[in-house]
Nanobody, 119 residues
Framework: VQLQASGGGLVQPGGSLRLSCAAS????????MGWYHQAPGKQRDLVAA?????STNYKDSVKGRFTISRDKNMVYLQMNSLKVEDTAVYYC????????????????WGQGTQVTVSS
């Protein structure tokens, strides 16, 4: 399974971005998909995740602002009302068994895409 993320960039506080991630290869084995972010000097944290059945899970700080969605081999992260503290490298990831959204249980990772929120 290969994951290709895109859509990062520079945006002002209060602005919006939409991240996309395309899965290819043996996509039939994918169960859950998620977005993680990592700021310099910090650990990689779950931002949002979605199961194969459509159940979602969000980091508290993004609830009401970010929306994760999934369509076939694609997963999206719509980010609205962006804040300076959302600045990080964002990674998409997928697992084949589910059960936990901890980054150590994710089986496949895409390359990161930088999101910078700054005036």
């Amino acid at each position: 399974v290969q994951l290709q993320a895109s859509g990062g960039g520079l945006v002002q506080p209060g602005g919006s971005l939409r991240l996309s991630c395309a899965a290819s290869g043996s996509i039939d084995i994918i169960n859950g998909m998620g977005w993680y972010h990592q700021a310099p000097g910090k650990q990689r944290d779950l931002v949002a995740a979605i199961t194969s059945g459509g159940s979602t899970n969000y980091k508290d700080s993004v609830k009401g602002r970010f929306t994760i969605s999934r369509d076939k081999n694609m997963v999206y992260l719509q980010m609205n009302s962006l804040k300076v503290e959302d600045t990080a490298v964002y990674y998409c990831a997928a697992n084949s068994l589910g059960g936990s959204w901890s980054s150590k249980y994710m089986d496949y990772w895409g390359q990161g895409t930088q999101v910078t929120v700054s005036s």
